[in-house]
């Protein structure tokens, strides 16, 4: 029986509201439901994205939740508290200097960040909304956080990963290194898994899907940059990095014989989304640009791997 997994990757909030409309697009053109995929596989603001669809949220309710007019009062209050376009001042000490000289490109620099200062309160109330149990409705919700003491990726449930609420593991997949507060579980310190890879489609297991569509707003086509200099600045620090490993990600997911979709913005989208994915004050603008440019986007992508919408 063939299974399918939603891999949602980081991205701040306009990745967010990118992904929103990229999800809406995807449901309508294959008729998934993302919240019936087998897997749902989020890193940062894909965390919380996995976070409400896990927890029943459809997408329609998300596209209404970015334009104001959901009805769902969780939903509205986390809108509401997209948490400001600067981050407060950080503090010391370092949170691991080690990474720079045992780890490479975001991993290596996450050691060197200071602690970051940022509320994650925004996202302990969103768990706490969804969260039945001991985790979230859906049986394989999982969420990727890095370990800035060991210097690896986690996926918080996943089969045999290390135990914590939705709460912890939500703020850890979401903990931007200089910004928001490190989380600590157990002995361990979390920051955002972002560090460690953009989307982790390669922590799915050979079983756990048979189809994959990976939606990482943090990567693109080579040489692919939102226009101007600010563009070419976050190619350089960020989209350029995350986009290569991305595709060695997909490659070796491949190789085992599994089909993937990766759906990356396109120029068209990038040129509507700008170079700063934490703009509060942009998020509006962004998503509408982005359900009117992720319908080609996805079309496009189905077409390339075969999937013919």
Known sequence: ????????????TIGAAWMIAALHALAEQTGL?????????????????????????????????QRGRVGDLRLREHIASTPPGRPPTPRPPLLNPRLLRTRSGLAAYAGIAPSGRGDLGWLHRLAEG???????????????????LAGERVVFGAPGSPIATVSEALRASWSTPGWMTPVPIGDRIFVDGGMGSTASVDLLAPE???????????????????????????????????????????????????TVVPILPTATDLAGLGAYFMSRSRRVAAFESSMTTAPGTVRAALSAAGQVA
């Open 130 to 148: 969804f969260e039945v149990g001991a985790w979230l409705p859906h049986p394989s919700a999982r969420m990727v956080a890095y370990d800035v």
């Open 208 to 258: 756990d899907a048979d189809l994959v569509y990976v939606l990482a707003p943090m990567a693109s086509e080579p040489g692919l940059r939102v226009p101007g200099a600010g563009g070419r600045v976050e190619y350089r620090l960020l989209r350029g990095p995350m986009s290569r490993g991305l595709a060695s990600e997909v490659a070796a997911v491949r190789a085992r014989g599994t």
């Open 1 to 12: 029986m063939s299974r399918t997994a939603i891999v949602l990757g980081c991205g701040g």
């Open 33 to 65: 439901d993302p919240r019936d995929a087998d897997v749902l596989l989020g890193t940062s603001a894909g965390a919380e994205l996995v976070t409400m669809l896990a927890g029943g949220v459809g997408v329609d309710e998300l596209v209404d939740m």
